[in-house]
């Protein structure tokens, strides 16, 4: 009943910056957590970034001082700026949904963020 797709990925050498939107829609309530998480071939989804709809964020440890989660509860999006960017931090990125105090999580299909020279 949630549709997030994302936007802003793509191929960029290291140092750069890329900013990642994702926008939601359909049956979103007031009270939820919307982040990032990323995937690389053969690895296990990470954690990125997620911000609440109160404002509180949390930050996988590599990416601190970085990336900067924001949200506009207004138009139910969540951004990702994403500073310093090293090849490391190449995979897809997927923007995650969950109602606060319920079960279900809601995926994007993902953006392909490529840090290569």
């Known amino acids: 009943q949630v549709q997030l797709v994302e936007s802003g990925g793509g191929l960029v050498q290291p140092g750069g910056s890329l900013r990642l939107s994702c926008a939601a829609s359909g049956s979103i309530f007031k009270l939820n957590v919307m982040g990032w998480y990323r995937q690389a071939p053969g690895k296990q989804r990470e954690l990125v970034a997620t911000m609440t709809s109160g404002g509180s964020t949390n930050y996988e440890d590599s990416v601190k001082g970085r990336f900067t989660i924001s949200r506009d509860n207004d138009k139910n999006t969540v951004y990702l700026q994403m500073n310093s960017l090293k090849p490391e931090d190449t995979a897809v990125y997927y923007c995650?949904?969950?109602?606060?105090?319920?079960?279900?999580?809601?995926w994007g299909r993902g953006t392909q963020v490529t840090v290569s020279s």
């Open positions: 995650n949904y969950k109602r606060s105090h319920y079960s279900y999580e809601y």
